[in-house]
């Protein structure tokens, strides 16, 4: 699979190789914890929790009682995996083979 991402730089590719190379979530702690704020943590993982329940075809209102997102957090990733590059999908995907 070929993809081309929009905002592709070599600041970007040397943080994702970085990102890459993390071997287990330990490390991932690590490494997020130096490079975000913990409430970039958050976002971050509040998000993938709304994309991974839209995945499962909750509700909004559910949506949104259970993350404490807003409709428009929950509407804007809901584009995404509508109309986005198929991140989500690809992740949830691999998470949900993984529990099988």
Avoid: P, W
């Avoid at 190379?21 to 409430?39: G, K, Q, W």
């Avoid at 909750?58 to 804007?76: F, H, N, P, Q």
Wanted: net charge negative; hydrophobic share 35%.
């Amino acid at each position: 699979m070929s993809y081309t991402s929009k905002f592709k730089s070599n600041d970007i590719d040397q943080l994702f190789q970085a990102i890459l190379s993390l071997e287990n979530e330990e490390e991932c702690y690590r490494f997020f914890e130096d490079l975000c704020t913990i409430n970039e943590i958050h976002a971050m993982a509040q998000r993938f929790n709304v994309a991974r329940l839209l995945s499962m075809k909750k509700t909004y209102s559910d949506i949104e009682e259970e993350t404490m997102a807003s409709t428009a957090t929950i509407s804007r990733i809901n584009k995404c995996l509508v109309y986005g590059s198929d991140g989500y999908k690809l992740v949830l995907d691999r998470i949900s083979n993984q529990e099988k």
